[in-house]
T-cell receptor, first 109, second 114 residues
């Protein structure tokens, strides 16, 4: 069965510092990985997906199949990045997602 | 905010009562999902439906039931058999053709059972 693990429940950095939110997965097939974000008082929304290979709000994430990881990175954190971040995996077939436990990121001024 | 709506925002029930949470979408999405969000446990899938009149159990379906009689609607019933029903419930929808499997989420319903 597939599993997504986010080892850090809480992560705190200062404005301008680099930030990395870790995500590891276990899945025997070829997964699609996503990062979702939930800002305070807003709905959960898609931040980025690995197949797009794009940078959103300065965030990037690279799928490392050898290490089964999909860490989210940003070189210079901003206060508005403070939010709950969820890593999610989609199986090869079907549409359901498996979410990690989430990481609450706080960017301090 | 249109797209996907959940009502009510807050719901209070006495133990032993069944309660139904509403989820409606006007995105023309085929698939709909119900999640439960608990602190430190992330989102856990309760039930999902990939097409009208069909649905599958997720990871924590015990004590819950759903129906999918219309494309736009996917109500969730929390039954008295659910041992720990107090939680934040999120509904979502997606469509491979329209959104490439991106799931769109509702604002959530916070259920408190005492």
């Amino acid at each position: 069965a597939q599993r997504v693990t986010q080892p850090e429940k809480l992560l705190s950095v200062f404005k301008g510092a680099p930030v990395e939110l870790k995500c590891n997965y276990s899945y025997s097939g070829s997964p699609e990985l996503f990062w979702y974000v939930q800002y305070s008082r807003q709905r959960l929304q898609l931040l980025l997906r690995h197949i797009s290979r794009e940078s959103i709000k300065g965030f990037t994430a690279d799928l490392n199949k050898g290490e089964t990881s999909f860490h989210l990175k940003k070189p210079f954190a901003q206060e508005e990045d403070s939010a709950m971040y969820y890593c999610a995996l989609k199986e090869t077939s079907g549409s359901r997602l498996t979410f990690g436990e989430g990481t609450q990121l706080t960017v301090n001024p | 905010d249109g797209g996907i709506t959940q009502s009510p925002k807050y719901l209070f029930r006495k133990e032993g009562q069944n309660v139904t949470l509403s989820c409606e979408q006007n995105l023309n999405h085929d698939a709909m999902y119900w999640y439960r969000q608990d602190p430190g446990q992330g989102l856990r899938l309760i039930y999902y439906s990939q097409i009208v009149n069909d649905f599958q159990k997720g990871d924590i379906a015990e004590g819950y039931s759903v129906s999918r009689e219309k494309k736009e609607s996917f109500p969730l019933t929390v039954t008295s058999a659910q041992k720990n029903p107090t939680a934040f419930y999120l509904c979502a929808s997606s469509d491979r053709a329209l959104s490439g499997y991106e799931q769109y989420f509702g604002p959530g319903t916070r259920l408190t059972v005492t």
